[in-house]
Nanobody, 116 residues
Framework: QMRFEESGGMLMRSGGSLTLSCRASSSFFSIFAFSWYRQVPGKQRDPVATIYRGDTTKYSEAVKGRFTISRDHAKNMVYLQMNDLKPEDTAVYFC??????????WGRGTRVTVFP
């Protein structure tokens, strides 16, 4: 079963930049798509960025133009570069396969807090 370990979240000032990292345990990393999700208390976990096999990408409207997803095939790592952070980006961020259900195998996530 694939496991994910997210890191890099921290307290940030609005307008700042931050890169999140995710280590995925898989022998077939390069053939899989991966997504970054975020969740705020009381709300569902929503995808914000996806990177597909071949490294094409897709973003939610809320982060398009500000966030960039990438990956390092040699290190089994997925990254989320976050620029021009806004208070509404405050959430716990997770990585996983696309369309993973809530009862799927999730990591602990990493918390990002953005203050004005």
């Amino acid at each position: 079963q694939m496991r994910f370990e997210e890191s890099g979240g921290m307290l940030m000032r609005s307008g700042g930049s931050l890169t999140l990292s995710c280590r995925a345990s898989s022998s077939f990393f390069s053939i899989f798509a991966f997504s970054w999700y975020r969740q705020v208390p009381g709300k569902q976990r929503d995808p914000v960025a996806t990177i597909y096999r071949g490294d094409t990408t897709k973003y939610s409207e809320a982060v398009k133009g500000r966030f960039t997803i990438s990956r390092d095939h040699a290190k089994n790592m997925v990254y989320l570069q976050m620029n021009d952070l806004k208070p509404e980006d405050t959430a716990v961020y997770f990585c996983n396969r696309p369309n993973t259900p809530d009862d799927g195998n999730w990591g602990r996530g990493t918390r990002v807090t953005v203050f004005p």
